[in-house]
């Protein structure tokens, strides 16, 4: 902790930090739950002075590490949203998963932090995985609405490289009506879709700072941190960073980069992409769009109408030809 500690202090100076500047904060990334909560107290102490009074203070968990007195502990600090990462309720498909909790500890989890008084809770599903089927993520969402939740993440599986699946990449499914089938389960119950894999009655206001390109600290081994036109990057190596934690590379994006950066974010979010932001031939191929009705406009900015097609949308905007 000193030596992300050490990174932050350098970090708010950078950034230059005032007084209830900082409108969220989100512990997340490994398994903050495996942290006992008296650890994080000088990183909120540090941080204290520049929360707003109404800042969004999330942290990420799993259910098996986030017991009543872990919860009980981030309560005190401060924390007001729990992100549990739940991924199904299907113990074989957990056990597929190499998660190691089971669908009782995440339901008791989640009962345990309302319980509390945690003002928001959300919680990630898994789909596309190998053997997934509409009757299996529906008995997931079913079971998600049972449970005092705001909102839901639901992410497709990725392979990553070094990854547990690596190896047997096989077990991703390549189906896109489950993708659609999820996204309409959800919101039939009632939850917005705001992003491509966010739905709830409360939408995050960490997720759309990120969706916004607003300025945004990230302190920790691989974490990313953004700056006007700048990404830091500091060193993913733990060891390195707890040697060195001033280890920090940057990027410098172009005003191109910049730009498909904004229509990206903008078409996979409700965010939406300000109008006069844009050149003329963008703007031309929006509007043309807008006659074919894929997008929409609404004071001053485009919408996207399906954010399943942001990729195909995206690309066609930022066609030269």
């Not at 902790?1 to 409108?23: P, V």
């Not at 989640?110 to 928001?120: C, D, Q, S, V």
């Amino acid at each position: 902790m000193l030596a992300l500690y050490s990174q932050l202090s350098f970090e708010l100076t950078r950034f230059k930090a005032s007084k209830q500047s900082i409108d969220t904060l989100f512990i997340g990334g490994g398994t903050p739950s495996t942290i006992h909560p008296t650890l994080y107290k000088p990183i909120f102490d540090l941080l204290a002075p520049y929360l707003k009074t109404d800042a969004e203070i999330t942290t990420e968990a799993n259910p098996n590490s986030a017991t009543k007195e872990w919860l009980e502990g981030m309560w005190a600090l401060g924390v007001n949203r729990v992100s549990f990462g739940v991924q199904s309720f299907d113990s074989t498909k957990l056990k597929a998963l190499n998660r190691s909790h089971t669908p009782s500890q995440a339901l008791d989890a989640i009962n345990h932090a309302h319980t509390l008084g945690f003002k928001h809770i959300s919680l990630d599903i898994i789909y596309n995985f190998q053997g997934d089927t509409q009757a299996l993520l529906e008995s997931d969402i079913n079971q998600a609405f049972s449970l005092p939740i705001d909102h839901i993440s639901a992410y497709e599986l990725t392979i990553e490289d070094k990854t547990h699946f690596a190896k047997t990449p096989e077990v991703k499914q390549e189906n896109d009506k489950l993708a659609l089938f999820v996204a309409e389960s959800i919101q039939k119950r009632g939850f917005q879709q705001y992003e491509i894999s966010n739905f709830g009655t409360y939408q995050s206001r960490h997720n759309q700072g990120y969706w916004k390109l607003e300025n945004y600290i990230g302190a920790g081994a691989g974490a990313v941190g953004f700056l006007e036109r700048t990404r830091f990057y500091p060193t993913p190596n733990i060891d390195t960073f707890i040697t060195n934690p001033l280890t920090i590379t940057q990027e410098h994006l172009t005003s191109d980069e910049l730009l498909t950066e904004r229509i990206f974010l903008g078409l996979r979010s409700n965010i939406g992409i300000v109008k006069e932001t844009l050149p003329t031939e963008i703007k031309e191929n929006c509007d043309f769009l807008v006659e074919k009705k894929k997008l929409d406009i609404k004071n001053g900015r485009y919408y996207n109408k399906d954010f399943f097609l942001t990729d195909e949308v995206a690309l066609f905007l930022l066609k030269t030809t």
